[in-house]
Structures are given as C-alpha cells and as structure tokens.
C-alpha cells in the first residue's frame, strides 16, 4: 500500500503572529545591546522605549499563547 504524503496545514493567524512577535523581541533585544555604545543620555532614553515595548511584546506574546492552548 503506498502512503499519500502528509501535507502541511498553514499556519494559524494567531501561530503567525506569534512568530512575528517573537522575532520583533529578538531585534528589538540586538537593538538593546547595540545601545550601549550611545552616550549615555541617548541609551538611556532608547533603552526606557525598548524596555516598554519588550513588556508589551510579552504581554501580546503570552495572550496569544493563551489563545493556542
């Protein structure tokens, strides 16, 4: 008997997001780290923005992960 091949479903639009979302985390980390070569100033400032926008990455990312399981 010969096996069909499996076909791969699509992504879910929350399982996409979800990607989106952690790759958004990940540059906005690189982000972060590239800032400690600011003045001090300007990294302050850059890395209160980043800070807030990590926290609402979270928050948005375990939401979503609420929604899948």
């Known amino acids: 008997m010969e096996e069909q091949p499996r076909r791969l479903e699509p992504p879910s639009m929350a399982e996409s997001q979800l990607v989106e979302l952690r790759n958004m985390r990940v540059l906005?980390?690189?982000a972060r780290v590239r800032s400690r070569n600011l003045p001090?100033?300007?990294r302050a400032a850059l890395e209160?923005?980043?800070g807030r926008i990590l926290d609402e990455l979270d928050q948005q990312i375990e939401e979503l992960r609420a929604l899948r399981g």
Request: neutral net charge; without cysteine; charged residues 20%.
């Open 40 to 42: 001090y100033h300007r």
């Open 48 to 50: 209160a923005v980043i």
């Open 28 to 30: 906005l980390e690189a």
